[in-house]
C-alpha cells in the first residue's frame, strides 16, 4: 500500500479469464503515525516538537486514518462484487495488540470498505 491509500500492484491486475478469484487476502502495516521517540533530545527545536506533534507518540496520525480508510475504500472497488457485504463468515479481521494504532488502522480499512450509514471524515 503507498500512503494515497492504492493497492500498489494489485489496483490495475486482471486475473486472466481461465482462472476464478477464490478468496482475498489483504496484509497491511498501520498508517501514519506521530514519532513513538523523539530522536535528539538535546535538539535546539525539542520545544517546537509538541506543536508539530501534537499527537501521543506513536498514535495514528487523522492522515493516517484517512489513509487506512482509503485502503478500504480502494479494496471495496476491487473487490466489492466478490465480497459482497460484511458478514462474520466471510470477512475475518485481525491486528496485533503491540498498539492501538493497528486496531484503529483496520478500523478505518474496515470502515472505507464496508461503509457505515454516515460519515465518518468530514
Known sequence: VDYTGKISYLV??????????????????????YPVNLPYPNDPNMPKYPIVFPGTPG?????GQRDMFNVGQNLK??????VGGYTQEKVHVSATNIST??????????AGQF????PIFK
Not at 115 to 118: E, F, N
Open 12 to 33: 490495475n491486475s486482471t486475473l486472466p479469464p481461465t482462472k476464478n478469484l477464490q478468496y482475498v487476502y489483504a496484509l497491511f502495516r498501520h498508517g501514519i503515525r
Open 59 to 63: 498514535k495514528l496520525t487523522e492522515v
Open 77 to 82: 472497488t476491487k473487490y466489492g462484487d466478490f
Open 115 to 118: 461503509p457505515p450509514y454516515k
Open 101 to 110: 494504532r493497528t486496531t484503529v488502522s483496520s478500523l478505518c480499512v474496515m
